[in-house]
């Protein structure tokens, strides 16, 4: 199946993604709906979980099978993607799990979304300096400006692939590199652009990013990627049977914690996420991130001219390729944004409606690759 196949053929689009019989579906930088066939590997393992052990169908061949797809997508090795659910709870574990001293620094962009603060707010207890990067514009975060702002002492940036609502795509690998030449560790909140954009953790030391947005897949189903050199240096900060040794399910006298991604994996696993996540990554992979990449880049450069011919201010409109997203974010001065989401909303088109730290709402529009032009279109008409 490739994406002019879906485009061009509107059964097949209706049979593989079913949200689109009924709506039109723009917000997949909030919360997705699951393609058929993500929603029919679930449906098909609780049926096999009802006769039984739960794990005794799948487990652990499920573990290997999706690290493997994970590792795929961001171009790794299966040994450094580990299966820990939401990106708050990943990122909490990198914040909380290495190890600082008295006097570090670490580098974080305030306006970023709130999961990928707070762990990093939290370590001022801990007698680190949290420093807040400044930007001329919402998200619009450059290398320049982070290569600008670290020193001697910082230890850590941590900043997202993409700004969840301005759409200002990181180049995080340029940023990266730079930052690994002066020894600072790199983590990045990959949701927004994991699935949409090739990311991949070459230039990466931690990285975070649950399923339910641009991956296609369930709610706290995502992947924690942290670098192999690194893995000992991260303490897991959560304690269980299956990340700490215990032979024959004996507490020891000693905590030794396991090698590997299942270091970082306490206790059983969310298995009806897996099996939706292992879904959602192979039908990614048989399109094909780039190509999603393309399709998404080209919706963007028709709507982003169709908005502004009517009247209305699009966020970073006219960022280089190397920054743009399949988020396009907008607004109108003086026009209730909120009153045109309800409008929308009546009209079974489902858009976000997000507001910056100044109080500006906008309309956030998120589509994926397989939302037509005249989806877009049909939205545009109602602006």
């Given at each position: 199946m490739t994406i002019p196949e879906i485009l061009a053929n509107e059964e097949l689009r209706r049979h593989e993604f079913p949200v689109t019989t009924q709506n039109i579906f723009l917000a997949h930088a909030g919360d997705c709906p699951l393609p058929r066939r993500v929603a029919e590997a679930i449906a098909a393992y609780a049926r096999l979980a009802a006769t039984g052990d739960q794990e005794r169908h799948i487990y652990p061949q499920i573990l290997s099978d999706t690290r493997q797809l994970g590792a795929r997508l961001l171009h790794c090795q299966a040994e450094?993607?580990?299966?820990?659910?939401?990106?708050?709870?990943a990122l909490s574990l990198i914040a909380g799990g290495l190890e600082f001293r008295r006097g570090d620094?670490?580098?974080?962009?305030?306006?970023?979304?709130?999961?990928?603060v707070y762990p990093w707010m939290a370590l001022a207890e801990r007698g680190v300096e949290v420093r807040l990067l400044n930007t001329r514009g919402l998200g619009a975060i450059r290398p320049r400006e982070v290569l600008g702002?670290?020193?001697?002492?910082?230890?850590?940036?941590?900043?997202?692939?993409?700004?969840f609502i301005s759409g200002f795509r990181l180049e995080y690998a340029a940023i990266g590199r730079e930052l690994r030449e002066k020894n600072i560790w790199f983590s990045l909140d990959a949701i927004q652009t994991l699935g949409a954009f090739p990311t991949t953790m070459e230039q990466v030391d931690f990285a975070a990013a649950d399923a339910h947005k641009w991956l296609l897949g369930p709610c706290?189903?995502?992947?924690?990627?942290?670098?192999?050199?690194?893995?000992?240096?991260?303490?897991?900060?959560?304690?269980?049977?299956?990340?700490?040794?215990?032979?024959?399910?004996?507490?020891q006298e000693q905590i030794t914690f396991r090698?590997?991604?299942?270091?970082?994996?306490?206790?059983?696993?969310?298995?009806?996420?897996?099996?939706?996540?292992?879904?959602?990554?192979?039908?990614?992979?048989?399109?094909g991130v780039e190509n999603i990449a393309a399709e998404l880049l080209r919706k963007r450069a028709g709507l982003v001219p169709a908005l502004q011919a009517k009247g209305y201010v699009v966020l970073n409109a006219d960022v280089p390729v190397a920054n743009a997203s399949g988020i396009v974010s907008f607004h109108k001065p003086g026009q209730d944004m909120a009153a045109l989401h309800e409008k929308l909303t009546a009209a079974n088109i489902i858009t976000s409606l997000r507001?910056?730290?100044?109080?500006?709402?906008?309309?956030?529009?998120?589509?994926?690759?397989?939302?037509?032009?005249?989806?877009?279109?049909?939205?545009v008409e109602l602006l």
């Open positions: 450094e993607v580990s299966l820990v659910g939401p990106t708050s709870l620094n670490v580098l974080v962009y305030f306006d970023d979304y709130p999961s990928n702002q670290v020193d001697e002492n910082t230890r850590l940036v941590a900043l997202a692939s993409c700004h706290a189903a995502g992947l924690l990627y942290v670098r192999q050199p690194l893995q000992e240096q991260l303490h897991p900060g959560t304690y269980g049977w299956n990340n700490v040794r215990c032979p024959n399910y004996a507490a090698t590997g991604p299942g270091r970082f994996e306490p206790g059983t696993y969310n298995l009806l996420g897996i099996v939706g996540l292992k879904a959602a990554l192979e039908l990614l992979l048989e399109l507001t910056d730290r100044a109080g500006q709402r906008y309309i956030r529009l998120s589509p994926h690759f397989y939302n037509t032009d005249d989806e877009l279109r049909r939205v």
